[in-house]
């Protein structure tokens, strides 16, 4: 903790370059787009700018036509003071499914080995089991671990249990620990007392990631530093609020012209950073890109605890099926899923688990008359540990006689070394070694992105770069 003058330093995490275009415009800032403002941000004096990771990595590679290794080399480059922050899903890595432990120890190494300083890795259900692979891993490689608890609210997550699985945390080795609220659900009174109860037992650097989708982001950020801690993360306003973060700005003015805290922070190089960002929102508003929607408090987070990113899919699903009229019914049966399954927080990939078999539990008029692969993965403990187990009754309803096959140990128990599987199997496309990560996460978009990267190569036309119609470039 560093103390002048009485007061106390709070660290900012900046986001812009991650979730905050993640949250409004689907993560689409491409780097080019970045490239020009990262040495005035490096100037800030952030704690870390978080900047690759989550959805960047599929982004980059499915939509954009870029590689997300080159966007983290080029960022690194250009930041030489600060750290960069990724996001990892656990045993998912960057993908949907769990890998092997040596996937997940070779992502790990490449990231670090490519610019990547402090790693947050979480896990949709809380299962520390599926964070210590990559814990050890950046341990190994030299990195900063920051495991995080994704928050959520139910009646068996208390703070007593938050307290229990960070200090598991701790004893695995984290560097830091974080709470990760994605969906707006922290309020400033219950973070002030879990933050202090936290800070009372744990001796590592506690950050605190949250979403201004409630309307109660930067009041959370408030009572959570004065409870003790060390870390806020905040986009810089052009994109912030609404499904992002709280902005940084106002908070770093709250914190300077206080009592207790000051941040450290270059105003300066800070308002250029903003106003470099302010004309990409306003073509991201004029192209559609940025909705509306998402910029505004949504109490039905609260209510429903339904993430916005959750919502907006709920209603492409009812849309496709005509049954928009249906909303309020799906909304009502999203806590009652999540109950069936032991109350997993609504994160990627349980959000969308859950928020499908609401829909089809309404659509189909009858409660788990069809239910998807995903679900019945859950209820075999293929994702991991629930936070209470799922009850006999559902388990039999959603597996039938499959529940005697239900799985206790850790899922990545089950899957074998698959790196050198990986390996062979994008050996064509290869031309720098962290591409079999990418082929592996992403099969078809990645083989997709190794055409058109050859294409340019070559200035020929991605289409035709097909081996076995021997139209390839030699």
């Known amino acids: 903790m560093t103390e002048t003058n009485g007061k106390r330093l709070i660290k900012f995490t900046e986001t812009v370059l991650r979730d905050g275009h993640q949250s409004l415009i689907a993560t689409r800032m491409k780097t080019k787009e970045m490239l020009p403002i990262l040495e005035v ?14 959805a960047t990595f599929d982004a980059s590679v499915r939509f954009l036509n870029e590689d997300p290794w080159d966007r983290l080399r080029t960022i690194r480059k250009h930041v030489k003071n600060t750290k960069l922050q990724m996001l990892l899903r656990g045993q998912n890595l960057l993908g949907y499914k769990h890998y ?42 030299g990195g900063h671990s920051q495991p995080a608890l994704s928050f959520t609210l139910s009646p068996v997550h208390t703070p007593e249990m938050f307290v229990k699985l960070i200090l598991e945390l701790e004893q695995m080795g984290a560097d830091s620990v974080c709470i990760k609220d994605m969906a707006g659900l922290l309020d400033p009174y219950g973070t002030y007392d879990l933050v202090k109860e936290i800070k009372s037992k744990v ?51 709250t914190f300077d012209h206080s009592d207790s805290f000051y941040t450290g922070l270059d105003l300066d190089a800070m308002n250029k950073a903003t106003e470099y960002f302010r004309p990409l929102r306003e073509e991201a ?74 829909v089809l539990n309404v659509l189909m008029g009858e409660r788990y008359k069809m239910v998807p692969q995903e679900v019945k993965d859950v209820v075999m403990g293929k994702y991991g540990a629930t936070t209470v187990p799922i009850s006999e009754e559902v388990a039999d309803k959603i597996l039938g006689a499959d529940k005697a096959n239900r799985i206790t140990h850790r899922p990545a128990d089950d899957i074998g070394p698959e790196l050198d599987k990986a390996q062979k199997e994008f050996a064509e496309y290869i031309e720098q070694p962290e591409d ?26 991605s289409t035709l770069l097909d081996k076995e119609q021997a139209v390839y470039p030699v």
């Open 203 to 253: 001796s590592v650097p506690l950050e605190i990631h949250t979403h201004a989708t409630s309307g109660l982001g930067s009041m959370t950020y408030l009572k959570a530093a004065e409870a003790g801690a060390d870390i806020i993360d905040t986009a810089l306003s052009p994109f912030a609020e609404g499904t992002s973060q709280p902005s940084t700005e106002p908070l770093v003015y």
């Open 41 to 54: 941000l490096d100037a800030v004096g952030y704690n870390a700018l978080e900047c690759w990771g989550g």
């Open 285 to 358: 508003i004029a192209s559609g890109l940025m909705d509306s929607k998402l910029l505004s408090v949504d109490i039905n987070t609260l209510i429903y605890q339904v993430p916005g990113g959750m919502l907006s899919n709920l209603v492409s699903q009812l849309k496709q099926a005509n049954a928009m009229d249906k909303f309020e019914d799906v909304l009502r049966e999203i806590p009652r899923v999540r109950e069936d399954l032991g109350y997993p927080p609504l994160v990627t990939p349980s959000s969308q688990i859950v928020g499908t078999q609401a």
């Open 100 to 141: 092997a432990d040596d996937m997940v120890d070779e992502f790990v190494g490449k990231s670090i080995e490519n610019g990547i300083d402090i790693i947050r890795i979480f896990d949709a259900f809380n299962d520390t089991r599926n964070l210590e692979q990559a814990i050890k891993a950046c341990r190994k490689y």
């Open 436 to 461: 079999v990560l990418t082929g592996a996460m992403f099969p078809e978009p990645a083989i997709k992105f190794f055409k058109y990267r050859q294409a340019q190569k070559y200035g020929v036309d």
